[in-house]
Every structure is written in C-alpha cells, then in structure tokens.
C-alpha cells in the first residue's frame, strides 16, 4: 500500500487489523477522527505508545454518540477504568464492536454491559426502569415504567430470579429481527 | 459468573490438592500450580489498578477460552525442557512421544492460529487482545517451523505465505467490495441522520434500480442498437418516415414535448421496426429477438422479484419467535443507534414513547372491546367512503378518457384538453392518498393494522386508475384498428395505382418509387399505446419532482426563514417541515414500474427514460430528505414490510403482464409498422423462426409440445404439484406452530416449577439439598468459596455471609456479592455430573480430546 504513514509501525497496524473489525484505512480513518476530538493532546505518532485519554466529555460530544441516551453508559463500558474516560484502543475497541462485521454474541455481550446501569452482571428492575426512562425522556408515568419493567422480566427472565441474567439477555436478544441494524454506529 | 466461580474453585482444589494429593498427577498440578501463579500475579495488578469488575470478567473469561492453548503451551514448554517439578515424573518416555507430541504441537498451532483469526471476535480489552494475539503469535511463529521440519519446511513457510496473502487479498476483495455497492454511502447517510426506515426505501429504489438496468441491457443491447446499427435508415420506408403533412412542425418542441413528430418514428417506438427477418451481414432476426425480448423482460422480473421474496421470506422465518419478547425487543432495540442528529432523536424518543404507550394499550385493553357496535359502523362507514371515492377516481379517469379520444380527433385543441388525462390521474394520485388518511382516522385502527389498510387502498387507487386507463386505451385500440382495415386498402390501391401508371408509362424502367412520406399508412395503434405510456411516465416524473420541490423543500425553506416573522411558531405547530412519506414513495415507486413492464414492449426506450428517473431520484430525493424532510413519525419496520412492498410488485408485475399477453396473442399487429407487420398475430413470428431456420424434427416437436393435449396435462401436473406443496408447506407450518407452543408451555412450565421451589420454604430446601446424594461434593466447594473470601482478594469483603443466602436462592443486591449464581443447583449439580471432585467443573477438558484416555497423557491423567 503506497503511503506512508508514521503514526503507527507495520505491526502495530497488523495488529489493531487482526483485534479489530476493521482495515488499515479505516483504523486510520479512526485514528483521525479520535485526534480530531482533542488534536492538542494527541501526539500524531502512535509507535511509543503514549498514555493518551480522553475525557467522556470529548467522547460524548462526537456527532455519532451525542444523541444516543445511553451514550454515557457506551463509554463506560468502552473505557479501560469504566469511568467513560477512553484511549485509542478504547476508542477502537467501541468501534469494532458496534461495526457491522461484529458477530451477534459479541454485540449481545456488550449490549448486556451498557444495559447493566450498576455492574452487578444482571440486569435488575432498577436498571429497567432507568433505560425506560432514558428511551422515553421521562415521558411515561411511574406506572406505566413499572409494569413495562415486570413485562420485560416476565418475557426475557428464564430463570426466574426477578431479574436479567446475560444468558437471558442473549436468549431473548439475538431473536429480535433488527438487533443486528440497530446497534451499528458506522465511521 | 458461574465462571469466575469455577475458577476460583479450581484454584483453590489446586492448592488443596498440592497440599493433600500431592503425587496425584503432576501435569495437572503443573498447570494449577502455573494457574495460581498466574492468579497471583494478576491480583497483584488488580491491586495496583484498582480494577473494575468487568475487567476482571474479561480475564477471566479470556482465561477461560485461551485455557486450551495455554495450557498446552505450558505443558509443552515444560514436556520440552523436561522441567517437571514433581516428584512422580517419568522422563524416559520423552523419545517415545515425540510423534505425539508433534501432533500436539500441530493441533495446538492450529488452535493458535484459530485464536489469532478469532481474536476479532473476543470479548476483551484491546490491551488484553494485543497481548493474548503476541502471544500466540510468537508461538506460531516459534513452533510451525520446528513442525514443519519434518515434512519440507520451505513448502510449510509457502503455504503459510499463501495463506497470509489468502487472507490479505479476502480482506482487501471484502473493502473492494463495499465500495462497489452504489450510494451506499449516501444511503449510510440517510440512515444514520433518519433511521433505518427511511433508508429501505432508497435501498427498494436501488433494487429497483439494478433491475431497470439489466431490462435495460437487454432491450437496448438485443433490439435498440442492432436496428440503429443493421436496420434500414431513416427515411427509407414509409413507417421510418414522418408522413408529409407532419413534417413541418415535426422538429416544433411542442410536438416533440408529446412525443410525436420526430420522436414518435424513431426507435424508441414499436412502429419504427421493421418486419424484415433479417437484418445486416449478421443475419440479425430482429423481429424474433424484439419478441424474446418482450417476453424475457417479463420472464427476469418474474424471476428475479420471485427470488428476493423467498430470500426475505427466508430470512424472516429465521427470526420467528414474535409475540414472546414484544416488550423486551422493544426495550433494547428500539433505538437506533445510527441516529446522529437532534430532530431524528427527538422523533425516535417520540416514537419510542408512543410504541410503549400503544404496547401497554394494547397489554391492559387486549380483552376488553366497549361500545363495538359504534366502532363497527365507523368502520363501515369508512370503508363505504373510500369505495365511493375509488369508484369516483375510477369513473373519472374513464370520462376524461373519453374525452380525450373526442379531443384527439378535434383539429384546434389547447394544451389543457390534450393533457387532461395525465393532469386528472396526477391530481387524484395526489390528493386521494390524504384523503384516505382522513377517512381512515374514523376507523379507529391499530396504526400498524391501519397502515396496511391504507397501503392497500392507495394501491387499488392506483390500480383503478391504471385498468380504467388501460380500459380506454383499448377501446382506442379497437377504433384504430377498425380504422386500419379502410387505410390498409386505401395504401393498397395507391400503391397499385402508382405502380400502374408508372408501369403504363415505360414498362422496362422500374417506375420510380413513391417518396416514403407520401405513402398514406394506418394508425399503427401499438406506437400510441407506446406514446401514451411514455407520456404518462414523463408527466408522472414531472408530478413527482415538483411535488418534492414545492411540498417539501418551498415549504421547508418556508417555515425556516419565515418563522423569524410570524405570529406562531411554524415549525412547531401547523405547517412545520414535511415528513418523508415512504409508503407513498415506495408505492409510486411500484405503480411506475408497474407502467414500465407494460409499456416496454410497444416503447423500447420507456425502460431508458425509466433508469434515468431512476438514476435521478436517487440523488435528488436523497438530497431533499436530506435539506428539507423530518422523519416519519410511524416507525416503519423496515425488515418486515419489504415483502409486503415485493407482494405488491409482484402484483403489479401480474397484472401488467395480462395486457401485454393479451394483445400478443389476441389482436392482429398493424399492416404497416412494427417487427410483426404481415402477420396474422404476432407470435406467428416464434413458428416462422421454427419453420424456416431449424431442422424439421424440431419443428415436429415443438408441434407435438404445443399440442393442448400435452399442454393441458403439463397445467393440471404444475397445479397439482402447488397442491401438494402447499400441503406441505402447511404440514410443516403446523408442526412449527405446535413445536413453537410445546416450547412454550414448556418454558412457562420450568418457570412455575422454579418459582415454586423458589416459594417453598428454605429450610425444606437446605434439607433437600443435604439428602442429595452429592451432598458430600458440596462441601469442598463450599470450603474452596469460604478460602476465595478469605483469601486476600482485597475486593469482595461483601462475601461472606454468602453460602446460606445463596442457598435460598435469594438475589443479592449490590456489590461483589451479586456476581454468585444464586441458585444452588449450579454448585450442587455440577460436580454430581463430572463426578467426585474433579477439579475442573463443568470445564470442556483440554484440547478438545474425548475422554478417554490419551496416549502421552493418560500417564497423568487423575482417575476418575
């Protein structure tokens, strides 16, 4: 491939393709976009390594995440340290996850993660609720939020222990026609 | 979590086992005892990094599925360095596994680079990939060569090269390949500023577009160009000439605007052909390919909307399963994460509310109906009022019809008169579909179940219209035809009148020839069925694009600039920004194809002017979605209903194939224009193929095949064999739905016996569970999670009450603690299955083996 880029080495590149859903261009194309958040704190040569990251302010605001009312919750459980703050692998690590290559479990997986408000590994009715609220800006009645949450957990929960677990969230998740279209976020 | 579990468990059997059972098998121990080292030092890390827990899940998880390779690894490395700690090992048979070994090593390179082409697809952290990919990288690359050495180590590297290139050029065919796919950008763009509905739309019109181009390939590539190219000149025959009395005004652009004078007889048109069989030093049969081509027109789109039906169908039952998640799909996939702008978001949060609100309607009101009887009569109402207006549209698109063919024989006619037709069916396309819209609001339907109604209407709107206009036109075509014959023999007689007086005057000169332009010809009805086609398309285009201009962007440009200046707020309240109407985009799309199939065949060129409408639309109504629309309130699902949008083009395509069949078999083709001139019907053109350039036999047998004694069996044997599998089809359907509900009652069954024991005192349970034979297997797992609390985790000191709640199978709310698998089946039952105590529960053994002893291995092997 004719140009020559010095921000990564070769095996970096081959690297990040092989971890990733994407090709060299589009990891560069990537790269781009990560630096164009914050050009002063990103170094445009990537071989050292540089302990680079970006506050959730910066990420939050990108035009592809910045609509989305989980948006927080994407870069919290995108970021090493789960405080929404993201490195460039972070960042390609989002990316490739909800690129359209990403395998169904895959993308469950970490649909599981973002709906899991509290990090207790279920999704529990209080989560629910905050994701009723969050698609719906608050619009429903407390009632309304109630029973849609015990629908949910009457419908999705396998178990029966009152709450999500990830093997119930992927039963039910991986059926649903649009799962795949619907959690894309496209460079 | 069960996981974590595990593997804390066999950590901790690990050390158990190093304490009490120590010789047991040192390759196991070997690995535990690496395994804790491990352990250890990643808690180190987690104590500095003050770790979150899914981090520590993802290394789990990743030790979990690398488990296999590493393990072999490290036991390789040990087998190779013959390092084995353990009292119990026996070197001496190092010689003799070498083979194995080799195998081994193979398989777990093979496993490596299993892992390497599958790291995409982990779970894990960047870092934890770059590493876990080096690693496994570097054994590759350490041991394929000492592998290969046996058997030709260079024809090895070779192949890995290959396969290095193999996946490199995939990768780069895969990006090459994307970019092939026209405007998927653009689509991209749409899609992710509107959602993924109003993207189908444009997706249906590349569709659309892809097969006009290939209907275009054939027509001009097979008949167009050929005559261009061999045919006759223009001016040479009287059908390729415009007739004197036109051809003063033939260039005027307001004859040409109407597709008459110069147009009118060129090739776009079925008169131009002419009926010479061949054509050219290629011997080209024009008038056989102009009716192979027809045919084949419709033969491709048959086939080819046939095909992307069954693969959606197919697609669609693959996700069956509908009614059980309603509420859950809707929670967690209802947003679209491609949405990247305000307003699209603030329509998505809007519909998103409306659907849970018309879901928990739905959920509280499913049984009860009050006041059915007013509702029923509003629907009738409705339906009686929209018949009214379908006959109404239909009786007048008839009358101006009429109308017209009065008008046509009329000298002085303005413009109005001559494009009434097309102004009255734009309108009525215009202004019915709101009004059905209106009507339809008394009805009182589920949107979902009103859409389709509405769908269904504006369709029979436009068929209406459409066979009220095909109707007319063959009463046209009748008058025409009856014209004809009294032309035919007024040509006749002039052209033998002519050739008598000349023949009188020197009868050893060959009498000069009539100029073409002069000759007096007949009516050649199929070029005006050809004409009108062509002109309702164009005016159908025009309609289409101004409404555009002025409906959406006028108006969006309207409402922007002229908010600053008014009493109220235009883009909120009434004429605000207009929506992106895709059921009447798609179905406008599915009319106008609809007029293509059937006006190709009498106007070879429609399909031309059809894919630059095509090609046109595409950017045009991209950029005005994109400067001037607001997304449709109702969602439109876009997986679902795009059968329904082929259903309709199939229709459409049935329907315009009755008229086109019916004029190719049963009207007689004008006596002076056209490929099929001379003969009785057109189709004679197949037999005189058959008859003079093949051999007899085929000849004979295409008269046997078309014997209605072959044909009519042939029929009844295709029916009965849709008769049959459709009864199968049925059978299966059946069987599904039953399999589908013992599913469920098998589900809500398990559901009601885990509440019950969920229900049933705790005290019984704990009891139930003591009594289990496999009692004894539960206390070293309980010992082992007592020691994982103890032990110096520095993360879950929430932990310890832990065995009794969780033998309750009560859910632990918050913290560490909630990661345990709250029923205790999972630790009672698990080890009953692998038997007493083995250390790894529930773990697949390494590399895959089956179970039974392995040579080169079984040495270690723990008895089971």
Known sequence: MGNKQTIFTQEQLDAYQDCTFFTRKEILRLFYRYRDLAPQLVPLDYTAKPAVTLPYELIGSMPELKDNPFRQRIAEVFSERGDGNMTLDDFLDMFSVLSEMAPRDLKAYY???????????????????KT???????????EEVSLVCEKVIYEADADNDGKLSLADFQHMIVRAPDFLRQYLLLI | EDKEEDESEEE??????NRASRRKNYQRKNRDGKKAREEGSQKKDRGKTAPTKDQKESENKE?????????????????RKNSTSSASSNSSDEESLSEEELAMLKEQVEQKKKLISTMRNKPWRMVKKLSVLREAQDFVEKFEGALGKGKGKKLYAYKMMMAKKWVKFKRDFENFKTQCIPWEMKIKEVESHFGSSVASYFIFLRWMYGVNLVLFGLIFGLVIIPEILMGMPYGSLPRKTVPRAEQATAMDFSVLWDFEGYIKYSALFYGYYNNQRTIGWLKYRLPMAYFMVGISVFGYSLMVVIRSMARNANESTADGDDDNFIFSWKMFTSWDYLIGNPETADNKFASITTSFKESIVDE??????ENIHLRRF????ANVLIICCLCGSGYLIYFVVKRSQTFSKMQNVGWYERNEVEIVMSLLGMFCPPLFETIAALENYHPRIGLKWQLGRIFALFLGNLYTFLLALMDDVNEKLAEEDVVKNITHWTLLGHHNSSAGNDSTVTPPPLDPADVPRGPCWETTVGIEFVRLTVSDILVTYITILVGDFIRACFVRFVNYCWCWDLEAGFPSYAEFDISGNVLGLVFNQGMIWMGSFYAPGLVGINVLRLLTSMYFQCWAVMSSNVPHERVFKASKSNN??????????FLSLLPVAYTIMSLPPSFDCGPFSGKKRMYDVIQETIELDFPLFVAKIFSYVANPGLIIPAILLMVLTIYYLNAVSKAYQRANAELKKKMQMQREEEKNKRNNKASTNPMLQDLEDLLTPSAKTESPSKQAEDKKTESPDGTSPVRKPGRGEILHGSPMAGGRGAVLPPPSQVFVTQPRTLGFRAPYPGQPRPWGHPAGPVPGRGRGQPCY
Not at chain 1, 111 to 129: G, V
């Open chain 2, 364 to 369: 509280q009101e499913s049984n009860k109906d």
């Open chain 1, 111 to 129: 649909a599981f993660k973002i709906y899991d408000f509290n990090n207790d590994d279920y999704i529990c009715k209080s989560d629910l609720e």
């Open chain 2, 644 to 653: 329904f949008y082929m259903g309709l083009l199939l229709l459409i395509l």
């Open chain 2, 63 to 79: 030790k979990k599925t690398t488990k296999r390779g590493k393990e072999g690894e490290d036991k390789q490395k040990k087998d």
């Open chain 2, 378 to 381: 509003l629907r009738v109402l």
């Open chain 1, 132 to 142: 009723v609220n969050k698609l719906t800006r608050n619009e429903l009645t407390p």
């Open chain 2, 12 to 17: 901790d059997n690990g050390s158990q086992q």
